[in-house]
């Protein structure tokens, strides 16, 4: 295990009919102007916004709304949001939605305070340790932004996607998980959202760090229980106990619990970030095409995580390391593929002719050569797994 | 699942050399005058006091000490560390120790701003949401007071032991976690411990809530972690790997994360707090003799979560979920006696003729009758269970 430091200081209030308390729990932080940010038509649709409008109201709160955030969210709507919270003089922020959003809301809330341009934060040429507090009324249980302190941005010119990571600056103040609020979630993005929720646990399980017994064994558990809730609410998307369950793991899955202690991988998230940039798909159907096949290539490499995965989380017997991967994998990916209804081939993902050595070029030009700690990644490496998944 | 709350805002810096940042942590806490509290001799032999007072004066922290602090800590020291601490104006606490010695400055520190007697928020005449802060070197993972937003003090007059619980208002700000200092611990302390957070696992486990897949799986995969790990301290005090485990395992078992969304049970922890009240036992060693028999009561009863912890942490394999759970808890039991040679009977914790009846009067007028939520015991069944550990 190597030295960390864990610090999660949001407060989750989770459960049904919590929606109603964003005032009180805004208040409670010393809210007193929000900027409330929204992606589409849905959070307008259902009610959810102008009834957080009233929560907050009621509480004596001010608020501005900024919508239209796009699944894969991009610098534009950030920079406006920037002027817009400067402009009104807002002391915070509250997303109203998923991980576009709040992701969308903490660019907003690092940029406001920063002199210069919030990109710099995203890029590494500034490192950030300030922003004004965000709030959370999640809606999608996936990218797990509600509990994390990350942000993941699209420059729009280039298309360059990538993430901002802080210890704690750009972690929600509170984040409030209403299972029914998830409902109305069509089955491709429920499922999208699992599969986004297991490959951040992936990310952190697929370690070369020995001696890391407790989180391996959390990370397990976490996969088993979203394996064995998932049939349930794509079966029944009313199923309250399920989506229940499904929404605290996709929480769990990625506010640091499962990285405590670990060398992390993300080279998955990062390949992924890159069909998404160029290809516009949503994030968790991309990476169940990805992390199978990122998987087999490390079978026939570094095979011993995979078979403990295989062993562990789906209860494969197979002696040999090998052999005990590759049935882990296939059990993995018929997951994705029958129980979850996604995409596992660029094919499927509507991808005919994908251009590898683009993506490849672009994952190396980002992350650098090699990349990935598992299995450190040169460009024939991830030309292969690319190739893998056609 | 049920609604709940999760706030669990300690910053646990975790590992080798950590010690060493106490100071820079009591300052980014905002810490300028500590009451630093101790226990006996060994935090004073080994010269760790001594380091940590330096720490914090080179960075610029003055500090008062407050040692002598006992296993089953009780309220007189409490008293004269609340009187100290306002004679000095200290405006922080640091505990030096493990859960007897957090918990005392934890009951400083919230009777330092209050004007009545401390005892009121053990007693629920009052309710704690202040307290001065506490900060946290764990020199003894067993309690998991260091993450923890609860207190447990003997009232030294009528040998009362209760708790205290809070939300936040006695979370520790941060806690240094670093395994070496563990490497002394006697193996009997040791033991004790690793019994001690099994058990705050188990009092989570053991729940009537339904559909809790995730709070269980975590539940489940830190029990089967300690289990793997302990055999290696138990081998080799100085496995600092195996300490490493151990140490973040007590953390998490007792943070509120195996909690979330479940009734908690707690009787086993209420009987042994009486027995400990009565006969001065160390209170790790009193659940392992306490927790089989809890079990034993139970597969009568209520097997059905018995069973289910039997086949997830111990692979039992038999089909009747009775057979099944009396097949665990004999594995349980045999951990404790073999594997961490401690005492499963009153016997052999050197009570020869325990007063049943005085311990099952004690807990019910504390506790109530019927007292528990698995299954709730009346006198006739705390009888009962307290017979089956002679």
């Not at 390949?271 to 940039?277: F, L």
Request: aromatic content about 8%.
């Amino acid at each position: 295990m190597e030295n960390f430091t864990y610090w999660a200081p949001t407060k989750y209030v989770f459960g049904r009919d919590t929606e109603s308390r964003v005032g009180e729990l805004a208040a409670s932080f010393g809210m007193k102007k929000i900027l409330v940010v929204y992606g589409g038509g849905s959070a307008v649709r259902s009610g959810l916004l102008g009834r957080v409008e009233k929560y907050l109201a009621d509480a004596g709160i001010e608020a501005v709304s900024l919508g239209g955030v796009k699944p894969n969210p991009e610098d534009d709507l950030v920079y406006k949001g920037i002027d817009l919270a400067r402009a009104e003089g807002v002391d915070s922020m509250i997303a109203v939605g998923g991980g576009s959003v709040i992701d969308t809301a903490k660019a907003i809330a690092v940029g406001v305070p920063y002199q210069g341009d919030f990109w710099d934060f995203y890029s590494g040429k500034a490192k950030a340790t300030t922003a004004l507090p965000v709030g959370v009324v999640l809606t999608i249980p996936a990218a797990g932004s509600e509990g994390s302190g990350n942000s993941v941005i699209t420059k729009r010119e280039g298309r360059i996607k990538t993430g901002l990571r802080t210890e704690s600056a750009l972690r929600p103040r509170f984040a409030v998980l209403d299972p029914v609020l998830t409902f109305t979630l069509p089955p491709y993005q429920t499922a999208s959202g699992i599969s986004d929720m297991m490959a951040h646990i992936m990310e952190r399980y697929f370690s070369n760090t020995p001696d890391v017994e407790v989180t391996d064994r959390l990370c397990e558990g976490l996969l088993r229980a979203i394996i064995e809730e998932s049939p349930k609410v794509m079966a029944n998307p009313e199923d309250y106990q399920a989506r229940a369950n499904i929404m605290w793991a996709g929480t769990l899955a990625h506010n640091g619990i499962c990285g405590c202690g670990r060398q992390e991988e993300w080279t998955s998230h990062a390949m992924e970030h890159e069909i998404s940039a160029v290809y516009g798909v949503t994030h968790g159907a991309g990476l169940a095409v990805v992390f199978p096949a990122w998987l087999r290539f490390m079978a026939d490499r570094n095979p011993g995580k995979v078979a403990q995965f295989a062993r562990r989380v789906f209860s494969v017997e197979a002696h040999d390391d090998r052999a005990a991967a590759l049935e882990g994998i296939l059990a993995l990916q018929t997951f994705f593929s029958d129980t979850l209804n996604l995409p596992v081939s660029f094919a499927a993902l509507g991808i005919e002719n994908p251009d590898i050595d683009l993506l490849s070029d672009r994952l190396h030009a980002l992350k650098g050569n090699p990349t990935g700690s598992y299995y450190p990644l040169t460009p024939a490496d991830s030309r292969m797994i690319y190739q893998m998944m056609l």
